[in-house]
């Protein structure tokens, strides 16, 4: 997905907002090295031993990462939290394409 950047902070801004929302939504992070030639595992989200989890290639740059939590909170309802309106914004108008890969 590509989501308008133009109501996106800086982007150190933007992933501290990620962060607090993905708090609320008791997820965490976890960053790691994808590259592999034996096993082919992409940057997203999961569900390990019960645990909310976001895996990002520690590779993948800061608007990649800054993507795939967006495309992580899709999934989530997020009517009953704050959450800033350049996420709120994001969300409601995604397109098709990665920006950070």
């Known amino acids: ?17 990620l962060k607090s929302v993905a708090a609320k939504l008791s997820i965490d992070f976890m960053f790691t090295d994808l590259a592999s030639d034996e096993i082919k595992f992409s940057s ?10 976001i895996v990002l290639d520690k590779h993948l740059s800061l608007l990649g990462q800054i993507e795939i939590v ?3 909170f899709i999934k ?26």
């Open 76 to 101: 989530f309802d997020l009517e009953e939290i704050y959450i800033p309106i350049w996420i709120r914004e994001c969300l409601e108008n995604p397109t098709p394409s990665r920006i950070g890969e």
């Open 70 to 72: 967006l495309e992580t």
């Open 44 to 53: 997203g989200f999961c569900k390990l031993k019960g645990q909310n989890l």
């Open 1 to 17: 997905m590509n989501f308008n950047k133009n109501s996106m902070p800086d982007p150190e801004t933007a992933w501290q907002d």
